[in-house]
């Protein structure tokens, strides 16, 4: 016969059974005094390396290294993911912070535009018929196209959408990273009107386009979200949701992370919610004209001018549900902002400012070249500053 412990005690010993279950009370109080220290402290160290962050302060900068660089003088310089995209109408190279080139691919373009979107770029002529698409290892494949390229933009993987141009009609096409044909679309202006910005999510999955109509004599505009996965296949036209606008033209549209979208207006901001089926959450009705708009990770910041006279520019940065972080004077001409998770900084050629996403200025000073661009490069220290005849890993203490 197999042995059995009996836990229970018999009746009659009151006494060892209140015992017991006073041992197991004892037990438990001690585990979640236990558990509630250690998330306690979790809380705590976390807040607490936030908060020194947040009000560390950085005075100057050093030079860690150089490598001299020669690029044409119709060449622009931008960020590919931490690397240096250099483009002109002859050619598009990516090159690291030692000067390697990583990948080089030439063409003849004479209006080329180029749309980057973390590890992918994608490079067209405008009104031509070519686009290649590229990742952080070089060319995955070219879209050919019978119709003149009017705009387009690329996801995460490498996915195209493509403005095509056809008398009354407008075409809106998807294709692959390899160049592969995946959505054919195509719409009448005087029905939907001409789009003028659009965007695709992190995977492909659904586009955002900003159509601009007349109606009524009145100009307005529509933000629809079109969802290509199985969500989508019960839609008409996949049309999975959409907002209309009277006397408004927005201009621009993008994504912030897979579950958030927003739209840029000359009169509001809006801000959508939702991976598959993006809604509206939050509008902010805006009364001064919009200079400048930045978007990167889960953040958007609105450039205006100052009209108090303070200052030149006054910044304003949203999270992607459409919260203002803050709101600050900016005194200095800029000629771009990096808009980074924990930082954002606003810099030109000679001076740069850098603030916490609280609005605490972190550093401000002078470069001793002339900047031409800068990419991040690890937690908001160190930095690749290009130069017109080099590229400088700078760092600052």
């Known amino acids: 016969m197999a042995q059995i412990r009996e836990f229970v005690p018999q009746k009659g010993n009151t006494d060892n059974k209140m015992e017991f279950e006073e041992k197991i009370k004892k037990h438990r109080r001690s585990r979640m005094l236990k558990i509630g ?190 969802n290509f996965s199985d969500v989508g296949q019960n839609s008409v036209d996949r049309l999975v949701s959409g907002n209309d606008y009277a006397d408004t033209v927005v201009p621009y549209i993008g994504f912030l992370g897979k579950d958030a979208a927003f739209a840029v207006g000359d009169s509001r901001i809006s801000f959508y919610g939702g991976e598959e089926k993006p809604v509206s959450v939050a509008e902010k009705l805006l009364s001064e004209e919009i200079q400048s708009v930045y978007a990167q990770n889960e953040h958007i910041a609105l450039v205006y001018l100052d009209t108090t006279g303070a200052s030149l520019y006054r910044l304003d940065v949203y999270d992607k549900k459409g919260n203002l972080l803050f709101s600050r004077s900016i005194d200095i001409e800029f000629q771009n902002i990096l808009l980074e998770k924990n930082y954002i900084m606003v810099y030109n050629e000679q001076e740069c400012i850098m603030y916490s996403m609280t609005g605490s200025e972190k550093y401000r000073g002078t470069f001793a070249k002339n900047a031409v661009l800068l990419i991040p490069m690890d937690k908001g220290r160190r930095f690749i500053m290009v130069t017109g005849d080099s590229i400088d890993v700078i760092e600052l203490n």
């Open 37 to 226: 220290t250690t998330v306690l402290i979790s809380v705590l160290l976390v807040t607490g390396v936030y908060f020194y962050w947040d009000n560390m302060k950085y005075t100057s900068y050093t030079q860690v290294s150089t490598v001299l660089r020669t690029s044409a003088s119709d060449s622009t310089c931008l960020n590919h993911n931490g690397r240096v995209l250099t483009y002109s109408k002859d050619g598009i190279s990516s090159m690291d912070a030692k000067g390697n080139v990583i990948w080089n691919e030439t063409y003849q373009m004479q209006r080329p535009i180029v749309r980057t979107n973390e590890n992918a770029v994608a490079v067209g002529d405008y009104n031509g018929n070519i686009i290649y698409i590229m990742n952080e290892k070089g060319k995955m494949g070219e879209v050919k196209t019978n119709l003149p390229i009017r705009d387009f933009c690329v996801s995460k993987t490498g996915i195209v959408a493509v403005v095509l141009e056809d008398s009354k009609l407008t075409r809106i096409n998807v294709y692959n990273s390899t160049g592969a044909e995946l959505v054919k679309s195509e719409s009448r202006m005087s029905q939907n009107g001409y789009p003028i910005a659009l965007a695709l999510s992190d995977n492909g999955e659904v586009m955002a386009v900003s159509y601009l109509y007349v109606d009524s004599g009145s100009m307005k505009s529509s933000v629809a979200f079109y």
